[in-house]
């Protein structure tokens, strides 16, 4: 019995890491997330999957391979900072 659980968490691991590398760590981190729920039959923490997805991506240097999300925070606040200033400049000159 204890063999047949190694051969599916191998399998589960497996295609994790193809899920990480094909849709990104995120899609990847919701697929464990969701089989280890069905394998226990109760809710599986989402900090205990990501934590085992990431270990599993270190382990097998996958690490750098895989994308991480884009923040467009930092665009944001920089035409901000330029639509501010173009207000400011316009307002400036009309006077």
């Known amino acids: 019995m204890q063999q047949r659980s190694t051969v599916i968490g191998g399998s ?10 094909q ?8 697929y464990y997330k969701d ?3 069905k394998e ?3 809710s599986y923490s989402l900090k205990a ?3 085992e997805v990431e270990a599993l991506l270190d382990a097998r240097g996958l690490r750098n391979s895989i994308s991480k999300p884009k923040s467009g925070a930092l665009m944001i606040i ?5 639509i501010s200033m173009a207000i ?3 307002l ?3 006077t």
């Open 12 to 21: 589960l691991e497996e295609k994790t890491a193809q899920i990480c590398l």
């Open 23 to 30: 849709q990104g760590l995120i899609a990847g981190i919701k």
């Open 35 to 37: 089989e280890k729920t």
């Open 40 to 42: 226990q039959g109760s």
């Open 49 to 51: 999957a990501k934590g």
């Open 78 to 82: 920089i035409l901000m900072i330029l």
């Open 88 to 90: 400011g400049i316009y």
């Open 92 to 94: 400036f000159s009309r």
